[in-house]
């Protein structure tokens, strides 16, 4: 019987590999071959990450898994170039929809101005927020 680890060490090799194999798996059942990471990033003049977004693209659609803006850049127009950017490659690659989620005290209004709809919502996640589930169709 294999071993059981549970740890809260995050093991980039690990979970690079669980989404490897799990990648796998869904091109198997589905036949959709064409996962691809999806990135774009903002760096200032030192190389620093000042915003980025994080996703992939599968099986005609894409989702955002990560967006992120520096707290003194926010509000001048960075998280809507990097939203359109993502959108554009989507497009690119053929995706026809966007998935995106976001907790009641990060963005949920940011996306709805970017024309994204509600699909869905989770309360207490985490205890005393919530989260929204987004979902965009793309021409």
Not at 53 to 76: C, K, N, P, Q, T
Not at 79 to 108: I, K, W, Y
Not at 118 to 125: D, F, K, L, P
Request: overall charge negative; some cysteine.
């Amino acid at each position: 019987m294999a071993e059981l680890e549970i740890t809260d060490v995050h093991d980039e090799a690990a979970v690079s590999q669980l989404r490897e194999r799990l990648v796998a798996f869904n091109i198997a059942a589905t036949g959709y071959e064409e996962y691809r990471s999806l990135s774009c990033f903002l760096r200032n003049d030192e190389g620093e990450l000042d915003a980025g977004i994080d996703g992939f693209s599968w099986g005609g659609y894409a989702m955002i898994e990560w967006l992120w803006v520096r707290a003194s850049l926010r509000g001048r127009g960075h998280g809507t170039g990097l939203m359109a950017a993502f959108e554009a490659e989507a497009r690119s690659r053929g995706c026809r929809a966007l998935r995106v989620n976001t907790h009641t005290f990060q963005a949920p209004d940011f996306y709805r101005h970017l024309g994204y709809e509600e699909i869905g919502y989770a309360e207490g996640t985490p205890f005393g927020y919530g989260e929204h589930f987004f979902s965009k169709r793309l021409s």
